[in-house]
């Protein structure tokens, strides 16, 4: 008898984790708009999406809302040039990449 109710007690526990995971994070898409946010509704990451993968200009947010970096996706993977910003809002680095692969460090 206590081992069921050891089970079902662990039972409660993993359905009530799991629900609450899906409430911390939720994704977002709207038209060929795809947006990523934290519990308490903070913009984490947006981009465009097409045929269900990102494609197209994507951004990252920071925790207080300034964008961290910004570039293209092709078909979930960055391609061209990403710009990534450091946290008092200046240019930190620019980087080419070809479908993923870092291939070119720029000076700022």
Do not use: P
Not at 21 to 37: H, I, K, L, S
Not at 53 to 82: A, Q
């Amino acid at each position: 008898m206590g081992e069921r109710i050891v089970f079902s007690l662990f039972v409660l526990v993993f359905i009530y984790s799991c629900n609450a995971q899906n409430q911390e994070d939720v994704r977002e898409y709207t038209d060929n708009q795809w947006m990523y946010f934290e519990e308490g509704g903070k913009l984490v990451a947006k981009g465009e999406y097409k045929d269900s993968v990102l494609h197209g200009r994507y951004f990252k947010y920071s925790n207080t809302g300034g964008i961290v970096e910004y570039g293209v996706m092709n078909n979930n993977r960055k391609d061209g040039l990403w710009r990534y910003i450091s946290t008092t809002g200046e240019l930190d680095s620019v980087l080419s990449y070809n479908l993923d692969t870092l291939f070119y460090v720029h000076d700022k």
